[in-house]
């Protein structure tokens, strides 16, 4: 069985293995999704609760799977936890629902909630593929959300635009304007800036971890200089 720490689970799911910044895992709906908040949040959300149902689901009957038939049951209970947040999209966010298209359906090949059934789910116990769901679904989602901020500041020049599409009337003053009236920069509007904005957020990652792994190097060579070899001759009192 795959022993994994909570600590471990944590850290894999938030930044280590993050799927979009590591694996590259699902950058179809990361692009097409990722200009409005509203739209990210939605899509967070859906793939969440498959991710985490669909985790539990396969820990609790692991043993009884094996084989060639893994795979096709896995898809299965994926399209199960698919096909039911899809109908309560319908009926209490339809306007969003049909905004996301698509994409919510698709959910069901999403590269992430596969590869956690497959690699985690199916050789743990159920409260830590219950956890390992919660943490890579917000992994998922803290990169989406901050992409598609980026993205809505910086093509109209406003945020959280149309939020009443999934918090209700209490939502419909929300939009800040950042810029001036009027203000639009199509380019990330569209997939090109997306792919752009995606880069420079793999790229930050990637100069994070450069400068812990300096830092870690540094204080290990500390550690090697001030540890001195005693060598001892005669009888120790």
Known sequence: MNIRSYKSILNNGIWEENQRLVLFLGLCPLIAVSNSIVKALGLSIATMFVLLFSNITISLIKKSISGIVKIPIFIII??????????FMKV???????????????????GLILNRAEIFACKNSVIKSAFDGLIFGTGFSAVLITLSAVREVLSVGKIFINMDLLFGSAAVDWNMTVFSEGYSFLLFMLPPGAFILLGFLIALKNLIDDKANTL??????SLKKETKRVRTTGPVA
Request: glycine content about 6%; hydrophobic content about 50%; cysteine-free.
């Open 78 to 87: 994926i399209a199960t936890f698919t096909t039911i947040i899809e109908l």
């Open 92 to 110: 209490f966010t339809y306007e969003l629902y049909i905004l996301l298209g698509i994409f919510v359906p698709l959910i069901i090949v999403n």
């Open 216 to 221: 870690s190097g540094n204080e290990r060579s």
